[in-house]
């Protein structure tokens, strides 16, 4: 038999080879938006990330100066310049001068304009319009050509993000709603899953299935009436508020989750620290807060990533104030102002993820072992 024989069952492929599957769906997207925040904004608008490394092909419309922009060279009315002058150069390799036919011409090729006119274009963008007579354009000859572009990467999108665009107050706000909306309900749940685990008090139980009931309370319904108390008492739209409210819609889970494992540490340890004298809070910090640090770390990963992620809870108790405003109401914006600027997006989404990837990998040796906590006896 398989399993007898040292041999992997079947199934035991299948599993891995899905975990496998799973990981490449969650890690490309990650990847692709990491590879995106580092390119050229032209290059990203027409490519996907997949073609970072190779040139891309640009279609462009460039306008020349109007008449009043042209010299006298030799008898020659000239207007001269570089189409490339607002984007970053490519290698031209057509050219045209009619929306119908935009790549007519190459590189090199004198045309014919009106009023006797004529254009020459090079491959580097350099362009020549040349004429016997004064010209009288008033709006300039449009000039379609088609760029290849060499891959590009810069840091500016960063630059933009995190001193232009706010990301960077916004990103300490951040972090000042997310660190202590996930230290409070720990502190607090650490507490009261001890107590519920072996300390002994009428209504215990009772306490049990309340916790457990408001794990299926939607947090919306509670959201105008809290603003509101908020308001009475003065704490509405401060970090104060929003501190309060992350703690209590994550005080339900982070208890139910600190119980279990409470629960399932060895009574012995417990009974023989009571023998010796030991009080419930000398118990509780000396030997429970140690050995519970796997669930602790792992309720902490939920929580920082929910609050951090959290856009209801910020706009509702914080409001869209420029001083307050967190990560993601920034980006919310900017996917508002800037629908087009794929470039600023994509470095602002990774700024937004960076932080939680590094507490997740920091801590996720003990999510599964604080998941199952409780689970097996």
């Known amino acids: ?37 580092f390119r050229d904004g032209d290059q990203l608008s027409v490519s996907g990330w997949w073609t970072a490394l190779t040139s891309t092909e640009r279609n462009i419309v460039f306008r020349a100066p109007a008449a009043d922009a042209q010299v006298e060279e030799g008898g020659q009315w ?69 760029s290849i572009d060499p891959p590009r990467f810069t840091l500016e999108n960063y630059r933009k993000v995190l001193f232009s665009e706010g990301i960077g107050k916004s990103f300490i706000n951040t972090m000042t709603v997310t660190i202590p909306a996930t230290v409070i309900p720990i502190l ?35 959201l105008i009436p809290l603003l509101r108390l908020y308001t009475d008492v003065g704490i509405g ?3 104060v508020g929003i501190w309060l409210a992350h703690t209590g819609f994550g005080l339900p889970l982070a208890i139910y989750l600190l119980r279990n494992y409470i629960k399932g540490l060895p009574k012995e340890i417990i009974e023989s620290a009571r023998v010796d004298g030991a009080s419930d809070f000398a118990i509780f910090v000396k030997i429970v807060l140690p050995l519970s640090f796997p669930a602790l770390a792992s309720f902490a990963i939920f929580q920082f990533l ?20 967190v990560m993601t109401g920034r980006l919310r914006e900017l996917l508002g102002s800037r629908g087009g600027n794929w470039e600023i997006l994509t470095a602002s989404a990774f700024v937004s993820i960076a932080v939680p990837l590094l507490v997740f990998f920091t801590l996720q040796r003990y999510l599964v072992r604080g998941l199952l906590a409780g689970s097996v006896k």
């Not at 984007?87 to 590189?107: D, K, N």
């Not at 009106?114 to 709006?139: H, N, V, Y």
């Not at 929910?306 to 405003?325: I, R, Y």
């Open 78 to 146: 000239v207007i001269a310049g570089n189409v490339f002058e607002d984007s970053q150069p490519g290698r031209i390799t057509a050219f045209g001068v009619s929306s119908r036919e935009p790549a007519a011409y190459t590189p090199g090729t004198p045309v014919e304009l009106k009023d006797g006119a004529s254009l020459s274009l090079s491959e580097t963008g350099d362009f020549r319009i040349s004429s016997p007579e004064k010209m009288t354009d008033k709006r300039g000859t449009r000039i379609f050509f088609t």
């Open 1 to 37: 038999m398989d399993g007898i024989a040292g041999r992997k069952p079947m199934l035991l492929w299948v599993v891995h080879l899905s975990v496998l599957a799973l990981v490449v769906l969650w890690t490309i997207p990650t990847f692709g938006l990491l590879v995106s925040s």
């Open 237 to 239: 739209k401060s970090y």
């Open 188 to 222: 607090i749940a650490a507490y009261a899953a001890y107590a519920l685990s072996w300390m002994a008090f009428p209504g215990r139980s009772l306490l049990v299935a309340v916790v457990v009931g408001l794990l299926v309370v939607p947090l919306q319904m509670s």
């Open 306 to 325: 929910w609050v951090w992620n959290d856009l209801l809870v910020a706009t509702v108790f914080l409001g869209n104030n420029e001083e307050q405003l």
